[in-house]
C-alpha cells in the first residue's frame, strides 16, 4: 500500500463523522467499518460547548484524523480554515475542499491549486478534493500535494464511479501517488470498484451514515474494500467480446 | 460592541483571551478575528477594537 505522508494506513477505507442518527452509533459504524481515518470538521462553538465532548469521542476511535475545509468557497477561506484546523486537531493534514459550484458542489480546481500551493508551502500535508482531470492532478502535485482525492460523483449523491475510464486512466497516469476516491459513493459495490481500478482507498460518509442501518452498512463497506483491494492485487482477467468456454472441450464424450 | 459567531455582543474583556474566558469558551477552540487567523499564542496581546469581527471555532462533524 501507497504511504500517504509517510502513514501507512491499516485499512483503505477513510469515514465521515456527520450525519448519524447518535453518537453512539457513530461510534459502533466505525468499530464496524475498520475505518483508518476520521474525516472531521469546525464549526461555530456554542455556549453548551458541544464541539469539546465531540472532541473527546473523536479521539476515542483511535484513528488518523483529517480536518477537512467543507463549504470554502474562496482560497483564502480555505487557508484560514485549515489553520484553524491545524491548531485544534492538532494534525498537519487538511482535506482541502474548494468549492467552485453550488449545485454540484464541484471543487473550483483553479482556486484548489491555488491553496494547495500556499498550504503546502506553509508546512500542510494537503489531501486535496478534486476532479478526475490529469492536468490538474499534475498541478497539484507541483503545487507540493502527494496525495490525489478524485470524486466519484457529486458530494452525497451516492451514485458511483460517475467516469470509471477517467478514473483508470488517472490510476495510470500517476502510479506512484496515493490516490482516493472522495465522495458520491453509495453502493459497497462502489466501493469496491473504486478498489478494482487500484485506488489506495475510499473515502465515504453519506453512504454510511444515512443508510437504514448505519452500524451493518459500515461492515459491509468494510468487507467491499477488502475484496475490492484482494481482487486487484490478485490480477483480474481482461473482459472480452467473445464466449470461451471454461470447461474443457477435448474428451468430451460424443453423445447423440 | 463586537460581533461573535454572527452575534453582535457587548464585552467586557479587552482582549482575545479575555473575551473567551467570559463567555467560557474555554475548550479546544480556534480563533479568528476579521478574518484572520489568531493562534492560540496571541490571544493575550490581542487587542479587541469595536466592531470586530469574532471567529469561534471547535471541533464539528464532518465529511
Redesign the interface.
Known amino acids: 500500500m501507497r504511504a500517504f505522508y509517510g502513514t501507512t494506513l491499516t485499512t483503505p477505507l477513510m469515514l465521515g463523522t456527520a450525519q448519524y442518527p447518535s453518537p453512539a452509533i457513530l461510534q459502533a459504524a466505525f468499530r464496524e467499518s475498520g475505518a483508518s481515518v476520521a474525516t472531521v470538521s469546525l464549526r461555530r462553538e456554542g455556549a453548551g460547548g458541544a464541539g469539546q465532548s465531540f472532541w473527546s469521542m473523536i479521539r476515542e476511535l483511535g484513528v488518523e484524523i483529517l480536518p477537512n475545509t467543507a463549504g470554502c468557497h474562496s482560497v483564502k477561506e480555505a487557508i484560514t480554515t485549515a489553520h484553524m484546523a491545524r491548531e485544534v486537531f492538532d494534525t498537519d493534514w487538511i482535506k482541502l475542499e474548494v468549492i467552485g459550484h453550488t449545485d454540484s458542489l464541484q471543487p473550483d480546481v483553479f482556486a484548489l491549486v491555488e491553496a494547495a500551493h500556499v498550504l503546502s508551502e506553509d508546512g500542510f500535508k494537503v489531501f486535496p478534493y478534486t476532479t478526475e482531470d490529469l492536468i490538474v492532478g499534475e498541478k497539484l502535485l507541483a503545487a507540493g500535494c502527494d496525495v490525489l482525492m478524485p470524486w466519484g460523483a457529486p458530494i452525497g449523491s451516492g451514485r458511483g464511479l460517475a467516469n470509471p475510464y477517467a478514473l483508470r486512466a488517472m490510476r495510470a497516469e500517476f502510479p506512484d501517488v496515493p490516490l482516493v476516491i472522495d465522495a458520491g459513493l453509495g453502493l459497497p459495490s462502489h466501493a469496491a470498484q473504486a478498489m478494482e481500478l487500484g485506488y489506495d482507498a475510499v473515502l465515504l460518509n453519506t453512504a454510511v451514515a444515512r443508510s437504514g442501518d448505519p452500524v451493518a452498512m459500515a461492515r459491509a463497506m468494510a468487507q467491499a474494500v477488502e475484496a475490492g483491494q484482494r481482487a486487484f492485487d490478485a490480477g483480474p482477467i481482461e473482459p472480452r467480446d467473445m464466449a470461451e468456454p471454461s470447461t474443457p472441450v477435448i474428451g468430451k464424450a460424443f453423445l447423440q | 460592541m463586537i460581533i461573535l459567531?454572527?452575534e453582535r455582543c457587548e464585552v467586557a474583556a479587552t482582549d482575545l483571551a479575555g473575551l473567551l474566558i467570559e463567555?467560557?469558551?474555554t475548550?479546544?477552540?480556534?480563533?479568528?478575528v476579521n478574518?484572520?487567523?489568531v493562534?492560540?499564542t496571541a490571544r493575550a496581546g490581542h487587542a479587541l477594537s469595536d466592531g470586530d469581527r469574532v471567529?469561534?471555532?471547535?471541533?464539528?462533524?464532518?465529511?
Open positions: 459567531n454572527g463567555r467560557d469558551l475548550g479546544r477552540v480556534a480563533t479568528a478574518e484572520v487567523f493562534p492560540a471567529e469561534v471555532l471547535a471541533p464539528m462533524q464532518g465529511g
